[in-house]
């Protein structure tokens, strides 16, 4: 396709309808813009389409993993690992609760951590592991698991919950995939903890906005847990605004000095409507990556596999890698694109590239895959609002920046 004229093609814009903005203005109408209602709703939505017994909303997936490892009771001396190729947010909460991190290099031209690497990370302090399901795509939680159980002997519990699993816990950055599937398991159902974004760039999108799922195991409390994410996401305070409305019940009590992290109804009254219309829009996705594929892989164009015997990505992010270039020549490329309009990205610039992890002690020396994938790769945008033609017109700018 010729380019005649210049497009603007955004990188990732939300796709709200008149549906979404009619349920915001019933919410803000109704007198509950705070959490309440339409929250529970959402949370009971969330689970039923996952297949969980319970879900907690909060304001992002941040506070999702910060308080999931609060409530595991992870601390100082302890270690938490996670993958050197992933956004800050899966590191820094760790920093927060004041465990050390732990970061395991990608394996060889990929974009998931080396599951080889990873047994050799875990050590007696060892509590957690976060995997990352990039782009969508869920990780090999076959290889996770096996580790875990190899190194099990290892695990020394510091509480009751803790002990109730006995074993190094899983709890999964899944910002990116709500809705993936793997051999016939969708995301949230495989890991010990899964935590979703709903942030404004996300399939799926309450603005900002989070949400976490676990699995229900043996001896474990789904209404006590789901409690403990209340008290920890409001205040430590026993009642929300919506328990205390109920005649003669204001009193309530602080039982933790605890966080302010709840979802609001305005938030959810958006999110509702986009599960409501989320197959769809999952399905447009799919489209947009199976013509970026055509046109692309067979130039020598590298991306990430959303779709394969037993797996499907949410199809959150298109990661292009460009063979033979570097950072400059990268950099470059994207330049060029922005000048007709389309706007990129990078996922990921590596953690120890960062001020904050080289204060911390990390170097990138020590994670080169990491780094061979970031240099040489392109995100290319992909949401439900682009064209076809939209489609092809990247396509098409992408091979004359490169000069294919």
Not at 6 to 20: G, H, L
């Amino acid at each position: 396709m010729p380019i005649t004229k210049v497009r603007n093609i955004p990188f990732s814009p939300p796709d709200i309808t008149d549906a979404e903005i009619e349920e915001v203005v019933k919410a803000m109408k109704s007198g509950w813009i705070t959490t309440g209602p339409r929250t529970k709703k959402f949370e009971k939505h969330i689970a039923e389409n996952i297949g969980v017994n319970k879900a907690v909303c909060l304001n992002s997936a941040t506070a999702a993993m910060e308080l999931t490892l609060r409530i595991l009771g992870v601390g100082p001396g302890d270690e938490v690992i996670t993958s050197a190729y992933t956004y800050t947010a899966s590191a820094s909460v760790i920093e927060h609760v004041g465990a050390k991190i732990v970061l395991v290099d990608t394996a060889p031209n990929s974009f998931e951590m080396d599951y080889s690497k990873l047994a050799d990370a875990i050590t007696e302090r060892t509590k957690v592991i976060i995997p990352v399901d990039l782009a969508g795509r869920m990780c090999n939680y076959e290889a996770i698991y096996e580790a875990v159980e190899s190194k099990k002997g290892l695990f020394k519990p510091n509480n009751k919950l803790q002990e109730l699993f006995n074993r190094i816990i899983v709890m999964t950055d899944a910002a990116h995939a709500f809705g993936a599937e793997r051999y016939g398991e969708k995301c949230g159902q495989v890991a010990d903890f899964t935590c979703f974004s709903f942030h404004a760039v996300k399939n799926l999108t309450t603005a900002e906005g989070g949400a976490v799922v676990w699995r229900s195991e043996p001896g474990l409390d789904d209404e006590w847990l789901y409690k403990q994410f209340m008290l920890f996401s409001l205040h430590g305070q026993s009642k929300d605004a919506l328990a205390k409305t109920q005649i003669g019940a204001w009193e309530y009590d602080i039982v933790y000095p605890a966080y302010k992290c709840n979802m609001t109804d305005i938030m959810a009254a958006l999110g509702l409507v986009q599960l409501n219309r989320y197959e769809g829009l999952k399905k447009r996705r799919k489209e947009i990556i199976e013509r970026y594929d055509k046109a692309l892989l067979p130039l020598g164009i590298q991306s990430l596999q959303h779709y394969g015997s037993g797996f499907a990505s949410s199809g959150h992010l298109y990661l292009a890698r460009i063979p033979r270039i570097g950072e400059a020549q990268r950099n470059e490329i994207i330049l060029k694109l922005a000048e007709a309009g389309v706007a990129c990205n990078v996922h990921y610039k590596p953690l120890p590239m960062f001020t904050a992890y080289k204060n911390l002690g990390f170097d990138i020396k020590n994670y080169p895959n990491a780094f061979d994938v970031y240099k040489n790769e392109i995100t290319l945008p992909l949401h439900t609002l682009m064209s076809d033609e939209d489609v092809d017109y990247v396509i098409e700018s992408l091979k004359r920046a490169i000069k294919v």
